[in-house]
């Protein structure tokens, strides 16, 4: 029980590290900028081209957990720990800090030592650039600070 955990934690961590260099370096590359541009221009009704990257994503995960079932129950906490990252990326990217729930809270600095409404700023500042270059803090629950994030938006040396 306690590999398994051990294991789906794992999963979460490396789908963030992944996640950072993913966003970085494709979605702000050339080639998927065309699907996530959709995400730094405003965009008519609920959904936006970016999400597709979520739903190809899930089916990863559904890929893995049926692997998991058939061959290797490691296959299947991965796939675990893979989906409640996905759980997580949409209570707090798209819930947090884009809004995209029925109700508008937005995070006080004393909750959670104020890692969340850190995780609001960072996010916003990538928000800044509209462009594929230029963009800082690529994490979706990982922030940097945002006075780093501000020194480096405005060009100088962090």
Known sequence: MIINILITVAA???MEV????FHKYWMHGKRGWKWHESHHVP???KFETNDLYGVAFSFIAAGLFIAGSLWSPVLWYIA???TIYGVLYGIVHDGLVHQRWPFHYTPSKKLLWGY???LVLAHRMHHHVTTR???VSFGFLWAEKPEALKAELKGEKV
């Open 12 to 14: 979460i961590i490396g």
């Open 18 to 21: 992944f996640a950072i260099l």
């Open 43 to 45: 965009t008519q009704g």
């Open 80 to 82: 675990l720990g893979f």
């Open 116 to 118: 969340p409404h850190r």
């Open 133 to 135: 270059e230029g963009a």
